[in-house]
């Protein structure tokens, strides 16, 4: 791997990571919200199933997706030397 393909994997990496330990921290607080909620409100046990909100993708920073985006339009330009040009659509 060439130096600025490496470097923008490992900008990505370190993108995933921090977006994975904030997903992380969130669902910790969702838990503990949803014990305490429980705590307050214990209502008899019924046969309807739980809801189950679903995981959302934490918002990146203006200048996290400016990063992000510079990094993949580098990482695209290396490619686009190896390989030749990069279709954007497939029609």
Known sequence: MTHALAQAH???QKLKAR???MQRKEDEERERERRQQNAKH??????EPEY????RIPEL???EQA????????????MEKI??????SFN
């Not at 189950?52 to 995981?55: D, G, I, R, T």
């Open 10 to 12: 490992a900008n990505a």
């Open 42 to 47: 214990s209502a008899p046990a019924t046969d």
């Open 83 to 88: 390989l030749g040009p990069i279709p954007t």
């Open 19 to 21: 977006q994975a330990e």
């Open 52 to 55: 189950v909100e679903l995981p």
């Open 67 to 78: 990063a992000l985006d510079k990094s993949m339009e580098k990482e695209r330009a290396e």
């Open 61 to 63: 920073s203006p200048e």
